[in-house]
């Protein structure tokens, strides 16, 4: 393989890591506020559960930036294309991710019921909507996204917000809250003690078998889509824009990958795997190890999805020909090279910064511990 190409492949699977852990450690801090006011009948009972996760929610957002980075330098053409066409939906994301820091840091600043359950719903609704509008970006992209490219390389977006929220796409974005909902159910179980930590298990196996639900019927749905094929282009590892190449929808064309390498359907068998696995562990009161395998989920289902797409990153349902790809939308060979150095550096130092956190914080939250503590959330 060319350098530039393996350059270019390397960064899709770093894509990949980013986004699954995005997905994980994200998600987890979003499940526990979506079910903040089920496992949390009382104001000091939700306390404990924003406690659980206060010493990590604002470093976890390092890797939704690293994530937008990512795209931004490795893959310029994508990140443009998709913020330039997704307005609405990108307005919809950043106002709900604001609640998250709102909620966290002024809930307890007014000792009110009414000004303390608005916050506990600004939690729950800052928490969930984002992961619907995470899963339904990967649904779209099994449509195709309708845009193309004019003779300078504008893209033009010709679609309309409701039109993303089609069934599959809906069906994805509700896979992802069902898979948060587990992880922040995992998390909490981990962290809380007797009432708490029971609701927990509850809830941990209704998103469970939700998520082993919809993950085997958007498998099923799948096939029905018809996927996108390159017929022609200039190939790998050489510089091109999407105006160089021919790409035809066909029937299955989303299986071909599947079809060709065997071993891929490891990845949806690590998803339902993980999601079986979390159910299992935690009910059996295991829930460490369920919160690894619920980490085990995500990886299967968004390594599923890129298995599917590959080469293809933003399919475009306007015009077919001028989807973008791995080849024509990533950045020259001495920004891959560059990013890649510093991701070799940066990345093992968040991944060892993170466990460290954990490590530190370990143990459980009680309540008698944070009732009266003024710099506890």
Not at 62 to 87: D, E, K, R
Not at 89 to 101: E, N, Y
Not at 103 to 128: C, H, M, Q, T
Not at 182 to 196: K, P, Y
Request: net charge neutral.
């Amino acid at each position: 393989m060319e350098p530039y190409a393996a350059l270019q492949v390397i960064w899709w699977l770093l894509l990949g890591v980013l986004l699954s852990g995005l997905a994980v450690m994200v998600g987890m801090d979003m499940g526990v506020g979506t079910i903040l006011r089920y496992v949390g009948r009382s104001d000091l009972e939700r306390r404990v559960a924003l406690n659980i996760i206060g010493p990590h929610w604002d470093g976890n957002q390092v890797w939704f930036v690293l994530g937008g980075g990512a795209v931004f330098a490795a893959f310029p053409l994508i990140y443009a294309t998709a913020f330039s066409g997704f307005y609405v939906v990108m307005l919809l994301l950043l106002w709900t991710m604001i609640l998250r820091p709102l909620g966290f840091e002024y809930r307890s600043k007014i000792d009110s019921p009414v000004w303390r359950n608005a916050w506990d719903w600004a939690l729950l609704v800052s928490g969930a909507v984002p992961m619907v509008v995470f899963g339904a970006a990967f649904g779209n992209l099994f449509h195709g996204v309708p845009f193309h490219f004019e003779w300078n390389l504008t893209s033009v977006y010709t679609g309309s917000f409701l039109g993303l929220l089609n069934p599959f796409a809906i069906l994805c974005g509700l896979l992802a809250l069902a898979l948060s909902v587990m992880m922040g159910a995992l998390t909490v179980m981990n962290g809380a003690e007797g009432v708490m930590q029971q609701r927990a298990r509850t809830l941990l196996q209704v998103a469970a078998v939700a998520a082993v639900a919809l993950f085997a019927i958007g498998g099923v749905w799948l096939h029905a889509i018809p996927g996108y094929r390159m017929v022609s282009g200039p190939g790998a590892g050489v510089p091109q824009t999407p105006l160089q190449q021919v790409v035809e929808v066909m029937p299955g064309a989303w299986q071909a990958n599947f079809a060709a390498q065997p071993v891929l359907w490891l990845l949806p068998l690590a998803g339902f795997a993980g999601m079986l696995g979390a159910l299992f562990a935690g009910r059996a009161g295991r829930a460490h190890l369920g919160w690894w395998l619920g980490a085990l989920a995500w990886i299967g289902v968004i390594g599923s999805a890129g298995a599917a797409l590959f080469p293809f990153l933003l399919p475009s349902s306007s015009d077919p020909s001028v989807s973008l790809t791995l080849w024509n939308a990533s950045s020259s060979r001495l920004t891959l090279s560059w990013m890649l150095g510093m991701a070799l550096v940066f990345v093992p130092l968040i991944l060892w910064y993170t466990s460290w956190a954990f490590w530190v914080m370990r143990g459980k939250v009680r309540p008698e511990a944070i009732a009266h503590d003024e710099h506890a959330y």
